[in-house]
């Protein structure tokens, strides 16, 4: 079946550094990857639409210039948290479609726990 | 109000006994509905994907979409303590691949 890979699955960080977060798709091509945040007892809420070969749609309220997202190939896109603090301790997951019809379902990656000291 | 309603749980059964998961809606115009499973510290897992009205059954595994009411529902039969998670209902206006929007996930447990 269709997966999508994250790495790394947790990382910890200090305030204002910057982490990378990548997301595969590991047996099919994925034009459109998708970024959402989770935080504890909460759904998760789109960040992100990732366009390969253009720039990213970003969600109302969320800061693209914090939020850095690459998508440079069929199978990989990457989401960097430039300057991170406390308050963007979350955890980042994303998806990507299997298929190219507008109806294809969504899978996602097994999530990136972010903790910023 | 939110878009999408979801009791949060927890929710505690025995095994062996049938689960009833359910999310209300508001905007009618919604067509494509999921039900993901989540387990601690992972990603969702799709479980179920089903478009309009109507039933689908997987296994033990059945959606229900009841579009004039606004209301789905997930039925696990036989359930087990492995069925122990979160489970999202998610569902979107034109097609699985665009925006989703979920529900904020029942916690449910399955004692032995």
């Known amino acids: 079946g269709a997966v999508v890979s994250q790495h790394p699955s947790w990382v910890i960080c200090k305030s204002g550094t910057s982490v990378k977060i990548e997301c595969r798709s590991l047996?099919?091509?994925?034009?459109?990857m998708f970024w959402y945040r989770q935080f504890p007892k909460q759904s998760l809420m789109l960040m992100a639409t990732?366009?390969?070969?253009?720039?990213?749609?970003?969600e109302q309220g969320v800061e693209k210039d914090k939020f850095l997202i690459n998508h440079a190939s069929l199978t990989l896109s990457t989401l960097t948290v430039t300057s991170a603090h406390p308050e963007d301790s979350s955890f980042y997951i994303c998806?990507?479609?299997?298929?190219?019809?507008?109806?294809?379902?969504?899978?996602f990656g097994n999530g990136t726990r972010l903790t910023v000291t | 109000q939110k878009e999408v309603e979801q009791d949060p749980g927890p929710l505690s059964v025995p095994e062996g006994a049938i689960v009833s998961l359910n999310c209300t809606y508001s905007?009618?115009?919604?067509?494509?509905f999921m039900w993901y499973r989540q387990y601690s510290r992972k990603g969702p897992e799709l479980l179920m994907y089903?478009?309009?009205?109507g039933n689908k059954e997987d296994g033990r595994f059945t959606a229900q979409v009841d579009k004039s009411s606004k209301y789905i529902s997930l039925f696990i039969r036989d359930s087990q303590p492995s069925d122990s998670a979160t489970y999202l209902c998610a569902m979107t206006l034109t097609g699985g691949g665009n925006k989703l929007t979920f529900g904020t996930g029942t916690q449910l447990k399955v004692e032995l």
């Open positions: 905007n009618s115009a919604f067509q494509y």
């Open positions: 089903t478009y309009s009205s």
């Open positions: 998806s990507a479609r299997v298929g190219q019809a507008a109806n294809s379902p969504l899978h």
């Open positions: 990732s366009n390969e070969g253009s720039k990213a749609t970003y």
């Open positions: 047996d099919f091509q994925a034009t459109t």
